[in-house]
């Protein structure tokens, strides 16, 4: 299995940054895209940012400027530093991962795994 663990969140005020970080760990061959998530309060989950092996990237329209996505790929870590925080930034904020793993009787199947979440609050 992969896990990944998030770290990071926090409370800041606005116009501040913080940086979440995302570890995945486990019985990992490769991985593909790693992104996060975010879910506040009544409203749906959305996609933040993305980061594909190559370090290709996307941003959601709302954070385009203020989000910067990375990745170590050697140590199977991704990054979303978050500057310029508004408070509608506010909200459960969860990593995803997908690619392949060792299986079973030296098998390769695919994954897709969640982070448990970190929650980033931004208020005065």
Avoid: H
């Amino acid at each position: 299995q992969v896990q990944l663990v998030e770290s990071g969140g926090g409370l800041v005020q606005p116009g501040g940054s913080l940086r979440l970080s995302c570890a995945a760990s486990g019985s990992i061959f490769s991985i593909n895209a790693m992104g996060w998530y975010r879910q506040a309060p009544g409203k749906q989950r959305e996609l933040v940012a993305s980061i594909a092996q190559s370090r290709s990237t996307k941003y959601a329209d709302s954070v385009k400027g203020r989000f910067t996505i990375s990745r170590d790929n050697a140590k199977n870590t991704v990054f979303l530093q978050m500057n310029s925080l508004k408070p509608e930034d506010t909200a459960a904020y969860s990593c995803n991962a997908d690619g392949l793993r060792f299986g079973g009787s030296g098998s390769i199947v695919r994954f897709e795994s969640w982070g448990q979440g970190t929650q980033v609050t931004v208020s005065s």
